[in-house]
């Protein structure tokens, strides 16, 4: 057993240390929830992609380095703790790519991989529906069979980047004569600017249109961007929840930074005989080494060939608590300067702990509810009988 | 890296948790809590057989350590079954017999130590606490003084604990052992091992307090079902779970710190290892209690053996606040 890295994984690290100290901007981007964010959100990515650290996990084929879990891992650290912006494309990387490398064809691939990466593609998810949340089975958009193609009917909501994104993906009932809901469903990927589609974006708790309602009706989408067979979608967008979950969402290096920042911001300004507050940023800096370490066990288990299945949604619980933790006692710290937005000329560190405060207050309920997942820990981690939710 | 327990390791501790599964370790605790200290001090020895306390003990001393990821193996295995007895103290007290650099009291202790033969409570109450763990059933109590070290084989009388199977008391007078500047950070080093294998054992007593109460909330009905289907019982079991998931690596990582060059760094990884695991533990205790309902709250079900464990490893070896406060000591 031991955390060592080897001389090359230090030299990896190294090169993307200094990459990163030469490229992130001095002063952050505007809040990518906005346009003007949003567009310099994708010019950060077509400047991460130029030198190749978009998709360093990706095959180099697509603009990746090929690199390990352990790898991303290092560069995850090194990107957070450089200040780095926040990832307009991280639906895209972490939810949709995966499915491609999974189920996708050669050909989805090559069409969809390097714009991706390049950020000259952001895509956005849909998955909820007005009626269909955690029960997202129960969903009723539908994709009825047409010449070459299908026709994608209904509506979806709570797409998260939908407001200013170019494409999506997400599950419709292609079969409204299956035995079961989660029969007849199938993944598609389709243009927001098509067509049939209205985007109409989502105010979020401070008013930043972060996510979107979609109305489809009767959109074209070419059988070529079918994600598996019909029929089968609810088992290709399941591999992918596992990876919104689990492993590759939320990387330990964000969390480890945004402690690291906090303990400096507590050094800085906090008052030392409050050992309340001191014990919570304690407490804030002890979850994120776990978390780090905890994911560090699982990347070893998955080189030994292990596989991470139910265990996702122990990080999905652990992570979005912890992120919640980390900004209410920022905000603590803060006091009356907390509240402060990014647009407030004032606010310390560029408004980041509001911005990452709200942010933070949706992650115990997207990527499937905490309580979904605490459900998921017990049935299948504990094996205790299914019932009622 | 490999940030797993490697094949040998998770053997040694399925091999432990045979062994004390087998050796009724829940009527060996109720004896020590009576006084009869006879069944503990024979499943000591089988303890000792397995190799447990030569891994405090260096190679020249006839042990086989210090084997730091191996101790806090182990210990997970005792806390599991709640193996009664100074068994944290006698592996910190071996660690500060091997950093006295006194070759005499290291040969007169360390082997005897590594064998099974002697029993050695250890006080250093600059770590927190006055008392000594059950000295009236050892071969003999070190007591750390500023920069003196006693050895002693009287106590005061005993103060109960909530424990029964705690056996608390103050050392009192002794021989000196050994004085000098080297004292205190042979001490500081005993420390850190007892909260190290403190944290582990109350790691292993929070997987025995939750496997228990699972396998219990399967088999009890109540309105006609399994309580284990209702929502609110088992997201109380997935937190039990999840706080004990994440508490494991930082042992582990906490561990390998101590086995290496930076002991600063290793004190912080172990205050975080040991508030985790020492939260993690009462919180699985107070589930264990909560959904077990009336018969969890009885003497009578050895339940109770873990139970009321959880709360004196919480605070044995630095309690919360100090180790908080060391995790972001500059």
């Known amino acids: ?131 269909s949340g955690s029960d997202l089975a129960s969903l009723r958009s539908t994709a009825v069979r047409t010449a070459g193609g299908w026709l994608l009917s209904g509506q979806k909501t709570w797409s998260s980047r939908a407001a200013f994104a170019d494409r999506a993906f997400g599950l419709f009932r292609s079969d409204p004569e299956a035995a079961r809901p989660h029969q007849g469903l199938t993944y598609l990927m389709f243009p927001l600017d098509a067509p049939g589609v209205t985007v109409r974006p989502i105010g979020r708790l401070d008013g930043k249109p972060a996510f979107a309602e ?60 409050d050992t309340a507050l001191r014990d919570r940023v304690a407490d804030a800096v002890i979850a994120a080494r776990a978390y780090r370490l905890f994911t560090y066990s699982n990347a070893s288990r998955i080189a030994a060939g292990e596989s991470i299945g139910a265990e996702s949604s122990l990080n999905k619980v652990f992570w979005s608590e912890l992120d919640i933790a980390l900004h209410e006692t920022a905000l603590d710290v803060l006091g009356p300067y907390g509240e402060l937005s990014d647009e407030a000329t004032e606010a310390p560190a560029h408004g980041s702990w509001a911005e990452g405060h709200t942010f933070s207050l949706a992650g115990p309920i997207y990527a499937g509810t905490n309580e979904i997942q605490r459900d998921i820990i017990a049935e299948r981690l504990l094996g205790l009988p299914k019932g009622r939710r | 890296m490999r940030f797993l327990l490697d094949d040998e390791q998770r053997e040694f501790a399925r091999s432990l948790d045979a062994m004390l599964t087998a050796s009724d370790t829940p009527g060996a605790v109720r004896a020590w809590a009576s006084g009869d200290t006879a069944p503990g001090r024979a499943l000591w020895s089988r303890l000792a057989e397995a190799g447990v306390f030569a891994l405090a003990v260096p190679e020249p001393y006839e042990g086989l350590g210090p084997l730091p990821v191996e101790l806090a193996v182990a210990f997970t295995e005792l806390g599991r079954h709640a193996v009664p007895g100074p068994l944290v103290e006698t592996v910190a007290a071996a660690a500060l017999l091997d950093r006295l650099g006194d070759q005499d009291a290291a040969a007169a202790w360390l082997p005897r130590i590594a064998a099974g033969k002697a029993v050695v409570s250890l006080c250093v109450p600059a770590a927190g606490s006055p008392y000594a763990l059950d000295p009236d059933a050892t071969d003999a109590v070190l007591v750390v003084a500023g920069d003196t070290v006693l050895l002693t084989e009287d106590a005061g009388p005993v103060q109960p604990s909530a424990d029964p199977a705690r056996r608390l008391a103050r050392p009192l007078g002794g021989t000196v052992l050994a004085r000098g500047p080297e004292v205190e950070a042979a001490a500081g080093h005993a420390a850190d091992v007892a909260a190290l294998v403190t944290a582990a054992q109350a790691l292993g007593l929070g997987r025995a307090l939750l496997d228990r109460t699972v396998a219990y909330v399967k088999q009890r009905t109540q309105f006609g079902v399994a309580i284990g289907s209702f929502q609110a019982v088992k997201h109380r079991l997935a937190d039990t779970l999840l706080a004990l998931e994440f508490a494991q690596p930082l042992l582990h990582s906490a561990a390998l710190a101590l086995a290496g060059p930076d002991g600063r760094e290793a004190g912080r990884e172990i205050a975080a290892a040991k508030v985790a695991a020492g939260d993690s533990a009462y919180a699985a205790a107070r589930a264990a209690l909560q959904l077990h309902g009336a018969v969890g709250y009885t003497d009578e079900l050895d339940l109770s053996l873990w139970i009321r464990k959880a709360r004196p490893l919480r605070e044995a070896w630095g309690t919360p606040a100090a180790c908080r406060a060391r995790v972001l000591a500059p």
């Open chain 1, 214 to 273: 979609l109305f489809l009706d009767e959109v074209f989408v070419p059988d070529e961007d079918v994600i598996g067979a019909p029929g089968q979608g609810w088992r290709v967008a399941m591999s992918t929840a596992g990876n919104e979950r689990g492993l590759t969402l939320r990387s330990p290096g964000r969390f480890t930074a945004a402690a690291e920042r906090l303990t400096g911001l507590w050094r800085d300004g906090a008052d030392p005989s």
């Open chain 1, 1 to 131: 057993m031991d955390l060592d890295f080897t001389a090359a994984e230090d030299a990896f690290r190294a090169e993307a240390r200094a990459w990163l100290t030469a490229h992130v901007p001095a002063v952050p981007l505007p809040s990518l929830e906005t346009e003007e964010g949003f567009a310099a959100h994708r010019e950060w990515e077509r400047t991460l992609f130029a030198d190749r650290w978009s998709v360093v996990s990706w095959p180099e084929e697509y603009g990746g380095r090929g690199a390990s879990i352990l790898r991303w891992l290092i560069f995850e650290e090194e990107y957070y703790a450089a200040g780095a912006p926040g990832r307009v494309s991280q639906n895209g990387i972490n939810l949709l790519a995966p499915t491609l490398f999974e189920h996708g064809t050669d050909e989805q691939r090559a069409r969809v991989l390097p714009s991706m990466a390049s950020g000259e593609v952001i895509w956005a998810q849909a998955w909820s529906e007005p009626e």
